[in-house]
């Protein structure tokens, strides 16, 4: 991941940076994708930590979530 080093006066609020956030996708994003994201992330926790079971969201969160 790169860095930009960025010098604002908190005072202007011209210098404060905007971010970029796609507002379509965003709006679209429902329940069931917030629940996949949150199990994938869980899972992918799990692998690191080199652990076996679940940990986070409780399986049945899991459950029916298809990929």
Known sequence: MS???????????RDVPVGRVDHEVL??????DIVRQ???DDAEAMRDMG????????PAACAGVSD
């Open 3 to 13: 860095r930009t080093r960025l010098t604002t006066d908190p005072d202007s609020p």
């Open 27 to 32: 709006d679209a994003t429902g329940e069931e």
């Open 38 to 40: 949150a199990c994938d």
């Open 51 to 58: 652990r076996c079971g679940t940990w986070g969201a409780s």
